[in-house]
């Protein structure tokens, strides 16, 4: 059937010209499929088969196939032990924490971000400890280094919504920067991760840019802070991604739990090698939040960290080296009879340009998602009702509507997918834009579309396609010098790590 034939032949040939109208502008091309849940009818299919990029929407086939493979009530679990012996309050030995790829630990999205800290402190309390003679480790041993995706673009690097993700996470993997003067002459950056301020050596010049370089130093914990900083200082906040996320946590591990008066007195260490050898005694397990809360927060708040951290943690070993979302994507596929040429995402967030998938296969598994009882409740409830929730409070829709949706949004993109009522009748939809930069057009394309379905009420007119559009994208918008902060020291570490 041609594209005309199917684009006429439509229930609502009138909904159906608002996306043939919209695609009229140069460059773009939409996508739109919704489907009653009920009867499984289709009610507007549009270029259902051809592959978009889908941007943030790759975090519903994330979420969902790690609700399915591990469980609405699945905790992230850190185990916490001892290698040595005991004698009165002094460890004669070292502490070590299990890595897990929990996203979650420390999490700017977490009420107590300390908690680890205090779940350890407790631990070591219960043991009489206090004094702690040789290292904290982490075991890393079924985790590769860090590394970026290959496929992500290297401005988005350096943004904290493209921090590496690792084998052990802290803060979104991104530290707050925050800059002042104590006199004209020195500027001050206080680095802190996770509500905790850590220890720094600085030596800063004022210049015309913020470019700075963050090393761990010979000392446990504490931070060597270099490079220039701009003028104006005043109130100056930065995300500042860490190259390293394991090195951090450490760094930050160690400061707190001395903070908690239990001192260890040799440097950190991460492990990557073998399992680590001797007797290890288990004090106890740190777990996380269970997963259909994290899953949650990661649709309402499009957090790409918490969705790669799904991702990679659902992959083997291997798997995990690849920076590709193998296993999810599998499980898809396998589940639905999905083709590569339909359903090929590139990463677990929708960061990466180069994934792809089609409206007809996205369709399926929000529909899959819909009728299997074990995922309906939690999925439907992790997405944030248009008009007032999460990354779609500001979106406009018909009155007569309920609309549960995942937004996505880069640069050339935008779509919406996810669950509508109207009139006590469920309905899935997707819908996707590419190539239209204007974000207030794309927007109100959709609105339209709904309107066009569901009432009865006449359309606004599109906003004018030479307006520029009225919202900052965070994943479109070019870096300001003040965000753009990393050294060249910190850029080649993250280009050499994606070639691993």
Known sequence: MSHALSLYSQPHPEAAEVLRRYERHPGVRVTALVRDLQTGEIILAHRTAEAFRPASLVKIPTTGAFLALRGSDYRFHIPIMLRGRVEGETLHGDLILGASADPSLGSHYIPHQKRLISEVKALLEMRGISRITGRLIVDLHDF????????????DLDAYYGALISGFNVADNYADLYLFSLTEEEP???????????????????????????TPTNRPDTLLISGTVGE????????????????????????????????????????????????LDTL???????????????????????????AYALNSYEQRKTGQPVVMRSYWRNRLGLTPDEFYPMDGSGLSPQGRLSSGALSLILSELWHDRALHKPFLSSLPEAGSEGSVRSLSIPREVTAYLKSGSMRGVRGY???????????????????????????????????????????????????KSSLKEKKSKPHSKGHNHSTEKHRSYKRKSKKR
Do not use: C
Not at 144 to 150: H, K, L, S, T, V
Not at 203 to 212: A, D, E, Y
């Open 144 to 155: 590769p280094r860090p590394f970026a995706n290959e496929t992500w673009p290297d401005e």
């Open 188 to 214: 001050v950056v206080e680095p802190n991760v996770a509500t905790l301020l850590l220890p720094t050596r600085q030596n800063l010049v004022r210049s015309g840019s913020t470019q700075l370089d963050l």
């Open 232 to 279: 104006r200082l005043a109130g100056r906040h930065l995300r500042w991604t860490m190259p390293d996320p394991p090195s951090y946590a450490t760094l930050w591990l160690n400061e707190g739990l001395h903070l908690e008066g239990i001192s260890l007195l040799q440097r950190p260490e991460l492990s990557y090698d073998e399992p680590l050898t001797g007797q």
């Open 284 to 310: 106890g397990y740190y777990t996380s939040l269970p997963a259909d809360t994290l899953i949650k927060i990661t649709n309402y708040r499009s957090a790409n960290l918490y969705a790669e951290g799904f």
């Open 417 to 467: 997918a996810g669950y509508l009522n109207h009139e006590d009748k469920w309905y899935s939809i997707v819908y996707i834009d590419n190539g239209n930069i204007n974000s207030s057009e794309a927007k109100a394309t959709f609105s339209q579309l709904l309107t066009r379905l569901f009432t009865n009420q006449p359309l606004s007119p599109l906003p004018s396609t030479t307006k």
